[in-house]
């Protein structure tokens, strides 16, 4: 959503920002809605057919058959309903339709064929509003992807207003008074109690045995509509998760309408009353069956009021172990030897090897981190170690003789520059020289048994500086900069030589990818020469990205461009001085942490462009490309670091 304040400089909002989707899983998209306008409505009827611009696509794709479908008219901002996807979502089923003069094809490709499931009075804007208003990210413009809750919700409320179709045969009098609902009571309104006398008594309203017989099938058709609602949101549960995409999209270019069938005229909007009649005169199956109805509305009441009353307690239920999860973390900080658990020390450092990665740090969409934990995404084990002594999100992390380095970062408003190494041998901290300057948002890594730490900012300035830890000093030393300011930045060593990839100047990010030959804008750090060079730049801008090294080459994976996250891949090869786009992730991550381990690159966690922090794990493998894994072994992480310990 549109915040004035930057999420860079807040990360507890750092995904609250405006955007075009939900990027919801498929398991949890509940339904999706569509537009239309007045002159697109009658198309969409008549070829039962739906759609929505391409960038749409990467949710219209996950709609399977049976999926709820609602349909919102821009002009007279009311949504109709219920209607059910009849395919899945494809595009260009129809690539001619909605075309307007000068087009060559549909500007609505994303589509869906959809029909009816139940016919209902529409609803005003006002009326659903409050059913989505968490899908509402400006006054009157929202997000079209529906979880099962809202999905429902909205079936409930449509459904309090069915009414039966065209093609049924028409009982005027009998229809409004034996199935009219009213919606503020949820009560059968029966109205003009004389009503059955003067279809008695009147030759032109009299019915034959045929027509009996079609008022019971018309009547047992709306009970049976009624009592389905019950059922539809188990009829709405699919299947994996979504991509995203770098397209943006404009709402007010919609202009679709809902669902493939001539929409009857609803019932008349004539005053309700409820009747206190005898229900005598009416024939005694439609008595049995205006009973029934009365019952099964008191039991929906009921059921209702206790489904309310349990979200209540599970509401307070998660709220009391975010708390709990707050107070472990605060007594994990201030006395990290009284929480740790004897059960997971390290006794040796035989399993921090070259098939483990440890993780550090960061955020776990409710909490921020001080853990220090090893995982094996071989055996999907996952060990605490001993934690570090305060919460650390964007800050680097390094390897010097078999000891893990963290250093600078951030934690809610307080820029750090403290310095800490873990001895995984003894389970121990060790406390080390401070930087130069506070810094977060920094990057580490190892050279010639040396520490460098590359660019990063305070708040207020960043840096193109560089810091040199040489453990026989114990200091902090002033290295030569970086050619430009870099905040965010990816960097690591490959070869013998430093590489620092894109990052934020403070006015733009930069598609630099930080290389060793003299070409376009990046930068590459030799050592012997003890000077940074410019070389090839990446084809896409980048912060908050990971950078990894693996089999000569170096692969900067999804970070943002500075509107969205992205899933994408670079790969940039040394011995020929170029890049070129790789497979992407099946996921579009920042803040993301990866590692290479036995020719394998793993992502874990990051940040979905929501609110949404990631669980999942991603393998590339030469060869084979990217997989979602079935690992299990590390929960939602993101602005954490990682790291493996290379064998001496």
Known sequence: MNRSEDPRKNPSRMWEKKRTFRNLPRDQLGGVIFGCTNDTKRECLEKQLVGLPSAHFIYVKNVNPGLPVFLFNYDDKKLHGIFEAASSGQMQINPYAWKKDGDERTRFPAQVQIRVRLHCVPLLEDTFRP????????????????????????????SSLAYAPSSTPHYPALRRSIIQTSPANNKIAVNRCSEPQN?????????????????????????????????????????????????????????????????PQPPGEEKNKEGNCDLAGYPPFVAQLLKEVKELNAFKEQHTQKMTGLEKKLANAQEEIKLLKGRCLMLEATNPSRTHDSENVVESDDI????????????????????LDLYSPLTDIFKPLRPMSSFRSY???ANLSREVYVFGGKFKKLWDNTVESYNPANDMWTAHSNLKKRNSNLSGATLKEKIFAMGGGNGTEYFAEVEMYDPQVGQ???????????????????????????????????????ISYHLRTAERFDPREHAWTKIESMSTKRAYHALVPMGGKLYALGGSDGSQMMPSVEIYDPRRGTWMIGEPMNYSRGYVTASALKESIYVIGGAQSDKEVLDTIERYKEGTGWEITNLSGVRKRCLSSAIVLEED
């Open 131 to 158: 059913i989505i208003k968490d899908n509402y990210f400006e006054q009157h413009h929202f997000w079209f992807e529906l979880d099962h809750t809202q999905s429902s919700k909205l079936i409930s409320q449509l």
């Open 476 to 514: 902090w030393i002033p290295s030569r900069s970086m050619r430009q300011k870099r905040f965010s930045l990816a960097a690591t060593e490959l070869n013998g030589a430093l590489y620092a990839v894109g990052g934020f100047d403070g006015d733009k990010y930069l598609a630099i990818f930080l």
């Open 352 to 371: 921090v090897c070259d098939e483990s990665i440890i993780l550090a740090g960061g955020f776990d969409g409710n909490n921020w981190l001080s853990a």
């Open 395 to 397: 800050f680097a992390i």
């Open 199 to 263: 279809l008695k008594n009147k030759p032109s309203s009299s019915i034959d045995s045929q027509g009996a017989l079609d008022e019971k099938n018309f009547i047992y058709m709306k009970l049976k509509e009624i009592t389905l609602d019950s059922e539809w949101p188990a009829l709405s549960r699919n299947g994996h998760a979504v991509e995203n995409t770098n397209e943006g999209i404009s709402y007010n270019d919609v202009s679709i309408d809902q669902g493939g069938f001539m929409e």
